[in-house]
Nanobody, 124 residues
Framework: QVQLVESGGGLVQAGGSLRLSCTAS????????MGWFRQAPGKERELVAVISSSGTLTRYRNSVEGRFTISRDNAKNMVYLQMNTLKPEDTAVYYCAGRNKGYYGLAPRDYDDWGPGTQVTVSS
């Protein structure tokens, strides 16, 4: 069984930065694509950034491209999301997700395991 736990969320002013971390337990982390998704109140869960099992391929939603960076450390079973130049519209609960395949998917249904989420609030 795989468990994912996010950390690093909080309250930040617009223009500020946060770094989210996701700790994964279980086997074969290096074989799994990982992703960050977010969900704001009253909205559907949406893709933020995803990364392939090797870390060589990444994909971002348009609105965070150039501001957010996803990365992973397979030796530590960790995934990160560096978020810079944060905007109020980035406010949401952010979820770490794992997929039982090496190549990432773009939809929440493509992922098999989820963390409980961490709140990110950006004030204007």
């Amino acid at each position: 069984q795989v468990q994912l736990v996010e950390s690093g969320g909080g309250l930040v002013q617009a223009g500020g930065s946060l770094r989210l971390s996701c700790t994964a337990s279980g086997r074969n982390f290096f074989d799994r694509a990982m992703g960050w998704f977010r969900q704001a109140p009253g909205k559907e869960r949406e893709l933020v950034a995803v990364i392939s099992s090797s870390g060589t391929l990444t994909r971002y939603r348009n609105s965070v491209e150039g501001r957010f960076t996803i990365s992973r450390d397979n030796a530590k079973n960790m995934v990160y999301l560096q978020m810079n130049t944060l905007k109020p519209e980035d406010t949401a609960v952010y979820y770490c997700a794992g997929r039982n395949k090496g190549y990432y998917g773009l939809a929440p249904r493509d992922y098999d395991d989820w963390g409980p989420g961490t709140q990110v609030t950006v004030s204007s």
